[in-house]
């Protein structure tokens, strides 16, 4: 598929299914491969936490003691805040490995003209990546605090339809992911710069693009809510009468079910964000062979090469 082909609103998502049709398969492959590990990392890191759920609901369905002392308890001299804060930092760390795969992804394809590339390949680009990943959250850091300025004031004048308010934060998301892909494009390319050039592509085929983009946002937070809600079912002390049958105890089963819950929406978060990545990669490439006109040999759309 040619990445660099001119397209319209039914395009980017045409396009988006025909290339997860012929490369979903590699791509995920890669995408849990190397996200596989940050993954385990991010439930293992939430085990605590899911420990201290349970700790609470159990606290409270006694009706003993004050919720407040078990907190201060549980904080064990500051410990727990040092703990949340480096999750935090952490969290922010492994979503920026994480975003930055599809970048990866898609300059390694255009460059071979296909998916004939390996794991270790993006491994490699990664690596090499590595010092602007993390200038790319400096800098995104930097200019969060404006940005959330103009997205609350976006959405507060389009706050009446649901698909106004759709509108400001796709236009939000593909501003950041754009910015990640142009500044990944070339090695001369700065921050503040691609940062520009991200918004004059997204001004390009503005309602096209963010109507896009807001529309799959819509129908993936829909499934994400499905399996949030199934979760959030399981968590509903309130709702089952097993903790009362079990002295107000969680089991080992109902333990296990939290984890496979959580596991399992987590899962479906990943695979739904980079398909919404893909998506916001295919537009970039489409608004840059545009803006540029970027011409291809690359009109591979039968393509073989999965490998």
Known sequence: MNLYKTRDFSAFFSDTIDFFKKHGAHFLKNYIAINGVLLAISLLAFIPILNLFIDFNSFELRGDGNIKSLFL??????VLIIYFALLFIASIFINSISYSFTPIYLKLYQEKNGSNFSTSD??????????????????MT???????????????????????????????????????????HKPENRFFKSFSYAWELI?????????CVALLMLIIGIIQQIFSAVFELILDVNSGELLIQNNLEF??????????????????????NSIMMLNQGIIYYSLKGEKEGIQTNSSIDEIGLSE
């Open 73 to 78: 308890g549980s904080l064990n001299s500051g």
């Open 122 to 139: 993006i491994i490699n680009s990664l690596k090499n990546h590595f010092p602007k990943i993390i200038k790319y959250i400096i800098g």
């Open 142 to 184: 930097v200019l969060m605090i404006p940005l959330m300025i103009v997205l609350v004031i976006a959405l507060i004048l389009v706050a009446c339809t649901l698909v106004g308010i759709l509108i400001p934060i796709a236009a939000f998301m593909m501003l950041g992911m754009f910015t990640m892909f142009e500044y990944y």
């Open 203 to 211: 001004k390009l085929k503005f309602w096209h693009s963010t109507g």
């Open 251 to 272: 089991t080992s089963t109902m333990i296990g079910a939290l984890v496979i819950s959580m596991a399992f929406s987590i899962i479906v978060s990943f695979i739904t």
